[in-house]
């Protein structure tokens, strides 16, 4: 009995561990590659919708009542976005579709 031990208890601890799903990551990163100032998920850390912070390309849609938001252009939820956050359209750079949020919404 004192050599079935040692040989099950690691057996046992090797199968529990080995049906664990370790290696997916909570957080699909976005396949588009950009020059626009990335600043993480807007509604979520996840959400494909980032808030965009300033540099020269974004310089000219930045407004102090608003937050910039960019999401891909080929996102299926860009209507949805729009709508659920009143954001309206101002730019597509890059692959990227921009968008002006009031605050407060």
């Not at 407004?63 to 009143?86: I, M, N, R, W």
């Amino acid at each position: 009995m004192k050599l079935f031990a040692p040989v099950i208890i690691p057996a046992v601890a090797f199968s529990l561990v080995a049906g664990c799903d370790m290696g997916k990551p909570t957080h699909t990163p976005t396949t588009n590659v950009t020059d626009l100032p990335l600043m993480g998920g807007y509604r979520t850390p996840a959400d494909e919708c980032e808030k965009l912070g300033e540099n020269e390309l974004t310089i000219n849609y930045l407004d102090h009542t608003a937050d910039l938001v960019g999401c891909p252009e080929g996102y299926e939820g860009l209507g949805v976005f729009q709508v659920d956050t009143g954001g309206v359209e101002v730019a597509r750079i890059n692959g990227w579709v921009l968008f002006s949020i009031p605050r407060g919404t």
